[in-house]
């Protein structure tokens, strides 16, 4: 059975937002990502395996290893899905910041 994850659930996990951030800036292997946790390596290539199953990762065969890079086009697809939802917030946000500052004021 192929199960498809959700990119949500995906990222809903602490350790696999952490492997992104690691593998933001450069590509990193198995080996050097699962390092940077305390966490047996078989787990964090579970992890591996369900970021790249949703295309948050890409793999790129260098000789005998693999390298695991971000899918920016992924995560702009990400991004730009949870835009609106930032936006209307921050403008909730700012109404409610000009309530309190209007009522702290005596107005």
Do not use: V
């Given at each position: 059975m192929n199960l498809r994850r959700d990119v949500f659930q995906a990222i809903a996990d602490p350790t696999r937002?952490?492997?992104?951030l690691l593998v933001a800036t450069q590509?990193?292997?198995?080996?050097a990502i699962a390092a940077n946790f305390d966490t047996a390596r078989?787990?964090?290539?579970?992890?591996?395996?369900?970021?790249?199953?949703?295309?948050?990762?890409?793999?790129e065969q260098n000789g005998?290893?693999?390298?695991?890079h971000i899918n920016a086009k992924k995560m702009k697809e990400v991004a730009d899905?949870?835009?609106?939802?930032?936006?209307?917030?921050?403008?909730?946000?700012?109404k409610l910041?000009?309530?309190?500052?209007?009522?702290?004021?005596?107005?």
């Open positions: 937002r952490a492997i992104l590509s990193m292997t198995a080996g078989p787990t964090i290539s579970k992890h591996l395996h369900i970021l790249t199953e949703c295309e948050l990762l890409e793999q005998r290893e693999i390298h695991y899905f949870i835009e609106p939802f930032r936006t209307m917030w921050d403008d909730r946000f700012n910041e000009a309530i309190m500052k209007k009522h702290k004021s005596g107005k």
